[in-house]
């Protein structure tokens, strides 16, 4: 088949192609709830999968202003459309800045501007849903790569949450036969992985990870984030209101489940500012982030163990020894780069493993982390 006489690849032909590589080249891209960069890694796969390169993309501020209207439900169709293909073009630019010496393979998680894993009466009918933005077209266009996009909503479909989908690649990169682990990340959300020395990887969302101190970090200076925690570390935990929210009932819901700005962003961070000076506030985040962590970690452990912790939460230094203050006996707390991966390229490279899986078309979510209700393929598939 040919257009204007350029051949015009089949994508059965382009798959075939790419399952035949031994060691394939795979970018995998992610911006996750704090909206606040796209991570970028390449990565080699393999019987275990290889880091090549990593970096992180600051989005614009003017690109984070917009995106924040839409999470608060203040964005039109249209700026939702032209965010959509704006982040496309700023997904393929990011893939372009790690593809020396080549990649055959795009897998973009996108931008999550909504997720409701929770069903809701929505015009006469019960509704779930979850929607990513970050036009793949574009991203398969400008990278002349087969891409993968849009990998919650068969998950969703078959009656999961759509969350958490990084488990099945914890489990290629961190298990160790010698040790129980948990891989932790800090990211807008938390969630963690139980990857056990033998036996089957559970998983769930454990509440805010980065989204409620960034909301209260805006409130307080107008900037994205308390960074390293400095304003938090001037402040002193308020018990009334870390009670308060530790007493949130998603803490006490059963697993599976997963969870999003909606429950702990900025409309949380409303509710509680004035209720304390900022710094107080900021520090109660911290511990209240630390505890809703340990609370769901508790659960999992057998004795020795030890706790992988990525995501950009890793950098806020009260929140690390909040962590630490309340680890159990005989649980080690390790920063991801300590295990070989750097801390914030965990879920970049998450998804360049699930996109692997996709193209050999095998299910990759864990229907004990997401619900649902079989294994199923994650995610659409795009032709240059």
Known sequence: MSVAGRPVPLMSDLLTRYRALETPRVVGLMSGTSADAIDAALVEMGPRPRLLDFRSHPLPAEVRRRLQEVFEDRGSPREILRLHWLLGELFARAALSVMEPGADLVASHGQTIAHLPQAEDFCGESVRGTLQIGEGAVIARRTGCLTVCDFRPADLAAGGQGAPLVPHADALLFRDPHVDRLALNLGGMANLTWIPSHGEVEACDTGPGNALLDALAWRATGRPCDEGGGLAARGQVLPEILAELMAHPYLSRPAPKSTGREEFGRALADRLWGRGNPEDLLRTAAAFTAASVMLHVQRYL???????????????????????????????LLRM????????????????????????????????????????????????
């Open 302 to 332: 057998r004795g020795e163990a030890q706790i992988l912790v990525g995501g950009g939460g890793v950098e806020n230094l009260v929140l690390m020894v909040e962590l630490s203050r309340r680890l159990p006996e005989g649980v080690r």
């Open 337 to 384: 780069e300590e295990v070989g991966l750097p801390a914030q390229a965990r879920e970049a490279v998450a998804f360049a493993i699930l996109g692997h899986e996709t193209a050999h078309f095998r299910p990759a979510n864990v229907p004990r982390a997401t619900g649902a209700s079989c294994p199923v393929v994650l995610g659409r598939i795009l032709v240059p």
